[in-house]
């Protein structure tokens, strides 16, 4: 369970992290949460799937690494190949917390998790300046931490339209590879085209007005970075195949 603590530079300033990405580093995830604002980076990379809180039945974007559990398929030895890395990675191992003031109202301010094998005070990027200033590096952190925390209401609309349209379908993908195994991915959710092409002319106005349909067209765009995704398992199980 992470440890999170309010980060600062009394308490910790000589705190250092290893920004590097590697599954000894917990990078060895299936996916990640993206959001809306992030689609036109991510479909460019990433195949994008949707996934289902099972308590409040609401829906989360994700970018799919890999088509079973701890695989990444963008991790190599020299590090993240691929052009973007999804900032809820990229924020690791910082959080938004909230702390509130003397008038009651609520701050947002970073937290770490200081058991996270990232953090550390003898090698890494530093966290903090000599003399106790942010660092650059910490500064680029708390921007993404922002921007993740500012897109919640745009994120939140664009689910809402999603499932008020009834555009999300559970799908079963199957996926043969080179070396005659068998893979299913399962359990998550896709645009239905077929619902989307029937929307009548007011809804799809709508949706271009807001500019939610833009968005739904990236997702469907990341589709096409399937086979890239089957192609970088393939070349990874030939090369074991190779090395025995």
């Not at 993404?144 to 499932?163: G, H």
């Not at 833009?214 to 190779?242: C, E, G, P």
């Amino acid at each position: 369970m992470a440890k999170q603590a309010l980060l600062n530079n009394i308490d910790h300033p000589n705190l250092k992290i290893d920004t590097t990405k590697s599954a000894a580093l917990g990078n060895n995830v299936m996916y990640s949460l993206v959001f809306p604002f992030e689609f036109q980076h991510v479909q460019a990379d990433y195949p994008i799937f949707f996934n289902r809180h099972p308590e409040s039945g609401e829906f989360y974007a994700l970018a799919m690494f890999g088509f079973e559990k701890e695989e990444n398929l963008y991790l190599k030895d020299g590090g993240w190949d691929a052009d973007y890395i999804p900032l809820m990675v990229e924020r690791e191992p910082f959080y938004i917390g909230f702390q509130e003031d003397a008038e009651g109202n609520k701050n947002s301010v970073i937290h770490i998790d200081l058991d996270s094998p990232r953090v550390g005070t003898e090698t890494g990027t530093a966290v903090f300046l000599e003399h106790g200033g942010n660092s650059d590096y910490l500064n680029h952190v708390s921007n993404i931490l922002k921007a993740i925390d500012d897109s919640q209401s745009t994120t939140a609309l664009f689910m809402q339209k999603m499932a008020e349209l009834q555009l999300l379908e559970a799908f079963n993908l199957d996926i043969q590879l080179t070396d005659g195994s068998n893979n299913r991915l399962s359990g998550f959710y896709t645009i239905n085209e077929e619902k989307l092409h029937e929307l009548s002319a007011e809804q799809l106005a709508q949706l271009n007005s807001s500019g939610l349909l833009r968005l739904i067209y990236m997702v469907i765009a990341s589709h096409s970075q399937i086979k890239k995704l089957i192609n970088r398992k393939d070349k990874i199980l030939t090369n074991k195949a190779a090395a025995r």
